[in-house]
């Protein structure tokens, strides 16, 4: 079966940090660029970074730039973003998304448009409250 799992979403306060992780099971991120998307609530979903398949390239919404860093490591299958001096506003459930195709090798999709994404994953949840 062909999945995405996120994990290590949890409370945290604000000011602090998480990291994110999304690893495939059934297939290999070699050639896929994944992204990463949160929904709060009442909100629609938005893209907040993405990064190519090669890893060489990455790509940030404003609201998130220079707080949050997006890796890939390819070994381990596995999409990481790092999340830090987190704000209350953070609170959302995060998703990853996967990106197939020789175009995405060294510049990550949109973070507008989601046709482009193959695989979603379930989502995980971070809440940053005091």
């Known amino acids: 079966q062909l999945q995405l799992v996120e994990s290590g979403g949890g409370l945290v306060q604000p000011g602090g940090s998480l990291r994110l992780s999304c690893a495939a099971s059934?297939?290999?991120?070699?050639?896929?660029?994944i992204a990463w998307f949160r929904q709060a609530p009442g909100k629609e979903r938005e893209g907040i970074s993405s990064i190519s398949a090669f890893g060489g390239v990455t790509n940030y919404a404003y609201l998130v730039k220079g707080r949050f860093t997006v890796s890939k490591d390819n070994a381990k299958n596995t999409v990481y973003l790092q999340m830090n001096s987190l704000r209350p506003e953070d609170t959302a459930v995060y998703y990853c998304a996967a990106a197939y195709g020789s175009s995405w090798y060294h510049q990550p999709p949109s973070l507008i448009d989601e046709s482009e994404y193959d695989y979603w994953g379930q989502g995980t949840q971070v809440t940053v409250s005091s």
């Open positions: 059934g297939f290999s991120l070699d050639h896929y660029a």
